[in-house]
């Protein structure tokens, strides 16, 4: 599920795209971009709030943060238990 950006154009030829044209509409159904918008907040909010700034260099391990973060946002588990079960097993 996309907007209309040009960017999404050919996208249909690789996997299933529904369009959403926010000049005339917001959800159709299942349709909508309010959860990549809600995402999207979520970055912005945090740069500007807290980081200030991400170098080119280290944004994609920010994104991959505010991702994992975003994903499990409904999660029961707590993140510091998510986290911890991702570490490596200790050395003997």
């Known amino acids: 599920m996309t907007d209309q950006h040009a960017a999404y ?3 249909d030829k690789m996997l299933p795209h529904e369009v959403i044209r926010h000049e005339s509409e917001y959800v ?4 909508h971009t309010n ?3 809600g995402f999207w907040s979520l970055v912005k909010r ?3 709030g807290v980081h200030h700034s991400v170098s080119r260099k280290h944004l994609q391990s920010y994104l991959n ?5 975003y994903n499990r946002r409904h999660s029961p588990e707590p ?11 200790p050395l003997a």
Do not use: K, Q, W, Y
């Open 9 to 11: 154009a050919n996208i």
């Open 28 to 31: 159709r159904g299942e349709v």
């Open 35 to 37: 959860t990549i918008d």
């Open 46 to 48: 945090s740069i500007d």
């Open 65 to 69: 943060s505010f991702a994992f973060r």
């Open 79 to 89: 993140m510091f238990a998510a986290l911890a079960d991702r570490l490596p097993a």
